[in-house]
């Protein structure tokens, strides 16, 4: 902006004045400092002289302090006391004197002290009542000294107080101290007076450094100013003495200059952008216009979302026009059911007060409702003749302004005709024309929007109607309970009378469920056969509305419509795979109860329904098919309960089992029959897969082991003869078995067997406690042709009390819950430490302790425990009481089965047996069931003996009454013993009269003895297709009496 450049000028006269104001101050500060210094060190001297005083009087206390507390221990009077300090006496250190006294205290009062004035024992008693005092420690006092200073009567004071050991008095000194404060506060007053005098000095000097600064500046200040406010001819006068601020003012001055220049260069360009602004202003002014407008049209889209009917949106619009257009009228013309156009009425919109339409507004109105296109109607003045012929006049005007005629639209259906009226004198330009276009147009396009919600809205609470329904019925699978919450749902949701719901059924329609409430019930499921509006709907498949059943001709004038008074009806079909499965239907008392809407509800609502009936249907077959499964499965598991052999008895050798199967069915099998009269023949095996058809197989292979048995041939062939029909009859892979395979001898106690790759048995030594496990090679029935691989029997020789412990791979395989098997090692520790317990705790140990090791994780296999004892006693002995003699009865004839007993054999056996527990309960027990028994019996050679005795006293048995006699038939006693007598061959007593035998002779076992059956041949291709029709019937067969139940 500026052309020149000011050059250094050199210091001015001004600069030097201000270089010596520096260094007067700088000389000022360094005389003044000296001065503060010498004032500061005397100062510090007096107050050392003070504590050296203060320092004396606290070791004249000390010195003092012993001959005060001597002199009042010997009770010597305060004054004499005082006086023999030497009163008033001088500071040995400071000359000054010392004021001795005495005081109280309790009281901090002075009792004794000459030269203490009033004044002075007051400022002391009210110091120490305050406690205004400084302790000190020193050295040759007891205890700390009190002291403080005060001025009193002019006069500076120094006071010292100690306590006297084991008196209630306290010594103390007054001390002068006022010319060493006098001179210190002298002191004070000059240093404070210098530090005052060296800052006015100072303030003196700044004044004048400023002023000579600031002289100049502010001229040019003034100048700046004067630029600022557009006087570019003011010029800056400085004197010559200056250098540095001449230079800055013709600076100044010179920029003044330009400044002018360029002021007048503005003024010349600013009359050419007037002219533009003036243009764009009149732009500025159209687009703000375009602004209120669009403004206008979004609050008014904001408010007309909010409203929720169609009329309220049209008001708001139209209330909106009139507003920001300064209109007088505006109407809305709507087409009536003749087509005319008329005008409706809008709360806060009055219609004008005039008479009817004119020929002019008529053909404007229909030309703009028929075209779809804007029509206007020029401005006329109103007189009172033409007040009856122009179009809706206002009598407050004398003109009206030009008339809009604007079509009011949603998408393509036409609405009416909104007619804008504007003040007289006033035109619609184009611009508003097209404003109120396009505001009517977005009034349009919420309108259809309002409309899509309202059907939305409809459609999504028909939905939420049919989904809550349809979580209430789809849970539920009983066919009454489905069909009852139906029938509620649908009055509810339809807000019927009476609702109902009809099954077909043979062909005919019969209602299943209606709600209560309805007269004659029973007339309309009657009628409803041949009701025909029913008949229709189910032979048309579609849902019926009938608004007024009295003008229904096909509602008969009697019957149950009539008699209920119902007038509406709508009912829908229930359709599955394109059939009419039933009928959803409902009642109402009023007229015109029910919409299309509600057609097309009551439709979704009976699509719900056919699946739900669906649902349930398929539930009852479903559990139909399950209760006959589990009928069979029943049937079945009894028949294998039965088939495997809990207990078996012959001579010496006794038999025991357990099985716990993992299914339903179990895939493993054991049995033990007879051969003979000295031989009995023993199978426990294991089909490869599990549950009905693996149980199915078990049937079949315990069969063909029976029946080739009877042959008496060695057990490998046996196990030949069974694989070569396993090959022959299973035709699919997977299925085998494996078996073990054994024929005891009860007179030598010799075992023969062979293993088709089955688990081999344990063998205890009764006589050494020892535990070997028999060994034998073979793989399992059903993979090999015994043309390739040939079985082989071995045999050991069993003593009297050994057992031979056969099982399944259910116990080996089992495992822990971290996979760890039970294993061979485990099970042979087990049956060494229980072999020696009875046979039927031992198979129960065994299983229990699976189960502990398993931890209860869920086994896969079934298990299989079985013990062969081959017993010294051939007889049974055993304890058990009243309450638990029935599992004892059972096992009895469990034993028993072997042999060829009839029913009535077998009835009588158990009547004996129990009468025999019963004597012993009654005669002596004393009627107690927790009181133990023993039992004995004996199963050999044909014969069956059992001995019962009890702990009591006995009765004589010869003199029970007959209750054959007539005159014994009332009498309680006599009747179990004479029905023993009747069942069994023989029946004894001991002496006492508390024991009691009886035996009974048993027919031939079912097996023929081993004479009869050598040189026997069986079919090596031995069907077993046979075994398993008959099991399938026995499946289906009756479950058979069991005759143990008595």
């Not at 206007?376 to 004398?398: C, G, M, Y």
């Not at 949701?493 to 309805?518: D, Q, S, W, Y």
């Not at 809990?646 to 001579?651: E, I, L, N, P, T």
């Not at 054959?964 to 013993?977: A, D, Q, W, Y």
């Amino acid at each position: 902006m500026f052309k020149h450049s000011p050059s250094r000028a050199p210091l001015s006269k001004r600069a030097n004045s201000i270089l010596f104001v520096i260094v007067t101050m700088t000389c000022a500060l360094l005389i003044t400092c000296g001065l503060a210094y010498s004032v500061t060190v005397k100062l510090t001297i007096q107050k050392e002289s003070i504590d050296l005083a203060i320092t004396g009087a606290l070791e004249t206390v000390a010195n003092s302090y012993r001959h005060v507390a001597q002199g009042l221990h010997r009770n010597h009077s305060e004054s004499e006391i005082l006086q023999t300090l030497g009163y008033p006496f001088n500071d040995s250190k400071t000359g000054k004197t010392i004021l001795p006294f005495l005081l109280d205290s309790s009281t901090n009062s002075i009792t004794e002290g000459k030269g203490i004035t009033d004044k002075i024992s007051l400022v002391i008693e009210k110091n120490l009542n305050e406690n205004k005092i400084i302790r000190r420690e020193i050295s040759g006092a007891p205890n700390p000294v009190g002291i403080f200073v005060k001025k009193i009567e002019k006069r500076w004071w120094l006071i010292t107080i100690i306590p006297i050991e084991s008196s209630d008095r306290s010594f103390g000194t007054a001390r002068d101290i006022s010319d060493n404060m006098l001179q210190a506060l002298r002191l004070q007053q000059q240093l404070v007076g210098l530090l005052i005098l060296s800052y006015a000095f100072f303030l003196a000097l700044l004044v004048m450094l400023m002023k000579i600064i600031t002289s100049p500046v502010k001229s040019l200040t003034e100048a700046a100013e004067k630029y600022a406010h557009g006087d570019f001819d003011h010029h800056v006068e400085v004197p010559n003495t200056m250098s540095e601020i001449q230079v800055l003012a013709n600076a100044f001055n010179r920029m003044g200059t330009d400044l002018k220049a360029h002021r007048d260069h503005l003024q010349a360009n600013s009359r050419e952008l007037e002219i533009a602004n003036i243009v764009r202003g009149e732009a500025l002014e159209k687009l703000s216009r375009k602004n209120r407008e669009l403004s206008a049209m979004i609050e008014t889209s904001m408010l007309a979302n909010q409203l929720a009917l169609p009329e309220q949106i049209i008001e708001l619009t139209s209330k909106r026009l009139r507003d920001d257009l300064h209109l007088t009228y505006v109407v809305l013309y709507v087409p009536t059911e003749n087509g005319e156009l008329q005008p409706r009425r809008m709360p806060g919109l009055p219609l004008p007060v005039g008479g009817r339409i004119s020929e002019q507004a008529a053909e404007a109105l229909k030309r703009c409702f028929d075209t779809r296109s804007p029509q206007r109607l020029s401005q006329q003045k109103l007189t009172s003749d033409s007040n009856k012929s122009l179009a809706l006049a206002d009598s407050s005007f004398s003109y009206f302004g030009e008339r809009l005629y604007l079509p009011l639209e949603i998408d393509t259906l036409r609405i009416g005709v909104l007619e804008l009226i504007s003040q007289p004198g006033q035109t619609f330009d184009k611009e508003t024309e097209s404003f109120c276009r396009h505001f009517l147009h977005q009034m349009g396009i919420i309108l259809k929007n309002k409309a899509l919600f309202h059907e939305t809205s409809q459609r999504t609470t028909e939905l939420e109607k049919i989904n809550q329904v349809s979580r209430a019925i789809s849970g539920k699978l009983n066919m009454a309970n489905l069909l009852e919450d139906v029938v509620e749902h649908t009055q509810k949701t339809m807000n019927a009378r009476c609702a109902f719901i009809g099954i077909m059924e043979n062909n005919k329609l019969v209602i299943r469920h209606i709600t209560p409430g309805a007269n004659d019930v029973d007339l309309w499921k009657e009628e409803i056969v041949e009701d025909r509006i029913m008949g229709e709907l189910i032979r048309h498949g579609h849902s019926v509305l009938i608004n007024d059943l009295d003008q229904d001709m096909r509602v008969p004038s009697k019957g149950f419509i009539r008699k209920n008074r119902f007038r509406s009806f709508i009912g829908s079909p229930i359709m599955h795979e394109e059939n009419v499965v039933g009928l959803l239907a409902g009642f109402s008392h009023e007229p015109f109860a029910f919409t299309s809407s509600d057609i097309h509800f009551l439709g979704l609502l009976a699509s719900q329904v056919s699946i739900a009936l669906s649902n349930a249907r398929m539930y009852e077959e479903i559990g139909a098919q399950a209760r006959r499964r589990q009928d069979q499965l029943t049937v079945a598991q009894k028949l294998q309960r039965d088939r495997m052999p809990s207990f078996f008895k012959q001579d010496i050798a006794a038999f025991t089992s357990e099985l716990k199967p993992a299914y339903e069915l179990a895939g493993d099998f054991c049995d033990i029959f007879s051969l003979g009269r000295n031989t009995i023949a023993v199978v426990v095996g294991d089909v490869a897969n599990k549950g009905v058809a693996a149980s199915l197989m078990t049937f079949s292979l315990l069969s063909m082991f029976r029946n080739i048995a009877k042959t008496h041939r060695p057990p490998c062939e046996i196990m030949d003869s069974i694989n070569t029909s396993l090959i022959s009859q299973i035709k699919e892979d997977g299925w085998f078995a494996t078996a073990f395979y054994a024929r005891f001898n009860t007179s030598n106690g010799v075992l023969t067997y062979s293993s088709a790759g089955h688990e081999m048995p344990m063998w205890y030594h009764a006589d050494t406690g020892e535990v070997d496990m028999l060994e034998s090679t073979g793989y399992p029935l059903g993979i090999f042709d015994s043309d390739q691989f040939r079985y082989e029997t071995r045999e050991i020789a069993m003593k009297q009390g050994d057992r031979i412990v056969f099982y399944t791979d259910g116990i080996t395989d089992a495992t822990d819950m971290n996979s760890n098997r039970f294993g061979h090692t485990k099970l042979r520790n087990l049956v060494k430490s229980l072999g020696s317990i009875h046979a039927e705790k031992l198979t129960s140990a065994v299983i229990e302790d699976v189960e502990k090791f398993t931890g209860g994780k869920e086994q896969r296999d079934d298990i299989i425990v079985a013990v062969l004892e081959y017993q010294r006693d051939p007889w049974v002995h055993t304890k058990t009481t009243f309450k638990n003699s029935g599992d004892l009865v059972n096992e009895i004839l469990n034993a028993i089965k072997p042999y060829n007993l009839d029913q009535q054999m077998t009835y009588g056996i158990r009547l004996a047996v129990d009468e025999a527990f019963a004597n012993a309960w009654r005669h002596g027990l004393d009627l107690k069931d927790d009181i133990f028994f023993d039992v004995s019996y004996l199963i050999s050679d044909g014969i069956f003996k059992l001995r019962v005795k009890d702990p009591g006293s006995g009765f004589d048995h010869e003199s029970l009454p007959d209750p054959t006699v007539p005159e014994n038939l009332f009498k309680t006693s006599g009747r179990g013993v004479f029905l023993i007598r009747q069942m069994m061959d023989e029946v004894e007593f001991n002496e006492l009269g508390n024991e009691i035998t009886i035996t009974k002779i048993l027919p031939p076992a079912s097996e023929t003895d081993e004479g009869a059956l050598e040189g026997s041949e069986i079919d090596p291709d031995y069907d077993m297709s046979e075994h398993q029709d008959s099991l399938r019937k026995a499946l289906k067969a009756v479950e058979p009496v069991d005759f143990g139940k008595g």
